[in-house]
């Protein structure tokens, strides 16, 4: 662990927090196809059919959350926290690799089976970064706790949206795109990992200072929507 946390310090669940807040800010990167799916299509040649497999793929990578749900209870959020961020950089890294030629070729295959891997992944880090941050909170707050989280989940996509129209599009070749989410999502899933798994005893109802954090926390989100989706 990188310092030692007091379990019965209420500032123990608030780090907590915020490294779930900081998954939910990459975990929704599996509703970001859209932004790159022309660049994708005529980079790699691909018709409308075999764009829609890739994103189907990504789909199927969701429905299966099942399986991340069964490995969060038996090796709990660590394990899972940090698996997920392992499947989706090698997810992203193959689809990169393919887009830049290193391997496949142009067989859109490849790519809709590393966009499932990549997509399974982030279900793995989703659940665990909600499972790692609700048993720090009472039972009563847990919507709101819930609400705050799903909000930078949702957020997700337009910050990497913003990223990619920004610093990459007409700028840089697609692959880097790729490779900067593979480092990125990778990084970020595997340090918030060492915050989300450490003990807490600290439970009881927020107080007032609490609740002013989170919705100071709340109102930047809300904020953030805002500008994205003036942009």
Known sequence: MFFRLDPYSPDHRWRAFMASVSIMCTCGAVYLFSAYSAELAQRMKY????LNNISTAGNVGLWMGALGGMFLDS???HKTCRGGATLSFLGLLCIAASVDGTVSGKNHWFIAVANMVFCQGQ????????????????NVERGRVIGTLVLFFALSAGILSQCYKALFQGRLPLEYFFYFMAVTIFTVQFLAAEYINAPCHYRPLMGATELRRLRWIQGFGVALAVWILFM
């Open 47 to 50: 018709s409308d059919t075999q």
């Open 123 to 138: 279900g793995w880090s989703y659940l665990a970064g909600m499972k790692g941050t609700l048993k720090n909170f009472d």
């Open 75 to 77: 090796f709990g959020v």
